[in-house]
T-cell receptor, first 112, second 113 residues
Framework: GNSVTQMEGPVTLSEEAFLTINCTYTATGYPSLFWYVQYPGEGLQLLLKATKADDKGSNKGFEATYRKETTSFHLEKGSVQVSDSAVYFCALSDQSYQKVTFGTGTKLQVIP | DAGVIQSPRHEVTEMGQEVTLRCKPISGHNSLFWYRQTMMRGLELLIYFNNNVPIDDSGMPEDRFSAKMPNASFSTLKIQPSEPRDSAVYFC???????????FGPGTRLTVT
C-alpha cells in the first residue's frame, strides 16, 4: 500500500532561518502530493500541492517539488516567521487507491 | 463558500452515553472522510465515503462506532456507548475528486468523562 514518511519533530528555528521538512513516499501509479498545515486549535488546511513529476507547488513563501526519481516532496521556506509555527503534514492521493495517506506530521516552532 | 461545517464544536459527555457528530461537506464534493486526532495516535482515518457509499471503514476502531451518509450534503458519526478513550478531536473532510485536495472542517472536540 501507499505510505508517507516525514522527518520527526519538533523542529525549532529562529525567525528568518531556512526551513526544510523532509517527506518521502511510496505509492503505486502517479499520486498527487500535498502539504497541509494545522495551526493550534484548527483543522488542517492545504498549503500547497503538486500533481505530476517535476511540478513545484508554492504558497506563502513555502515551496515543494515533486521528485519522482527520489520519491520525495520536501517542504522548504527561505525565511520563517513566528506565525509559521504549526504542524505540517505531507500527504498523497492516488487515483487507484482513493484513500489519502498522511504522514505523522512535523511540529514547527519558530522563536523570535 | 461556507466550507465544511461540523457540529457540535465541543461535546462533553459521560461514559456510556451515545454521541452523534455531524458534518456538512462542501457542495459538489463527492468524497467525505472522517478522521480522529489525538496526541498519542496522531491523525487516523476512520471511514470514507464516495458518492455517499462507504468505501473503506477499516479504520473504525470497533462496533461502537458507526457512520452514515444518507445524502450528498450530510453525514454522521455515532459512538454508542462512548468511553473515555474515545476522547479526541474528530474531523470531517470533503473533496471534489481523488486528484484534488481535501477541505477539513474545524473539528469536534469530544471529551468523555
Amino acid at each position: 500500500g501507499n505510505s508517507v514518511t516525514q522527518m520527526e519533530g519538533p523542529v525549532t528555528l529562529s525567525e528568518e532561518a531556512f526551513l526544510t521538512i523532509n517527506c518521502t513516499y511510496t505509492a503505486t501509479g502517479y499520486p498527487s502530493l500535498f502539504w497541509y498545515v494545522q495551526y493550534p486549535g484548527e483543522g488542517l488546511q492545504l498549503l500547497l500541492k503538486a500533481t505530476k513529476a517535476d511540478d513545484k507547488g508554492s504558497n506563502k513563501g513555502f515551496e515543494a517539488t515533486y521528485r519522482k526519481e527520489t520519491t520525495s516532496f520536501h517542504l522548504e521556506k527561505g525565511s520563517v516567521q513566528v506565525s509559521d509555527s504549526a504542524v505540517y503534514f505531507c500527504a498523497l492521493s492516488d487515483q487507484s487507491y482513493q484513500k489519502v495517506t498522511f504522514g505523522t506530521g512535523t511540529k514547527l516552532q519558530v522563536i523570535p | 463558500d461556507a466550507g465544511v461545517i461540523q457540529s457540535p464544536r465541543h461535546e462533553v459527555t459521560e461514559m456510556g452515553q451515545e454521541v452523534t457528530l455531524r458534518c456538512k461537506p462542501i457542495s459538489g464534493h463527492n468524497s467525505l472522510f472522517w478522521y480522529r486526532q489525538t496526541m498519542m495516535r496522531g491523525l487516523e482515518l476512520l471511514i470514507y465515503f464516495n458518492n455517499n457509499v462507504p468505501i473503506d471503514d477499516s479504520g473504525m476502531p470497533e462496533d461502537r462506532f458507526s457512520a452514515k451518509m444518507p445524502n450528498a450534503s450530510f453525514s454522521t458519526l455515532k459512538i454508542q456507548p462512548s468511553e473515555p478513550r474515545d476522547s479526541a478531536v474528530y474531523f470531517c473532510a470533503s473533496r471534489r475528486g481523488s486528484a484534488y485536495e481535501q477541505y477539513f472542517g474545524p473539528g469536534t472536540r469530544l471529551t468523555v468523562t
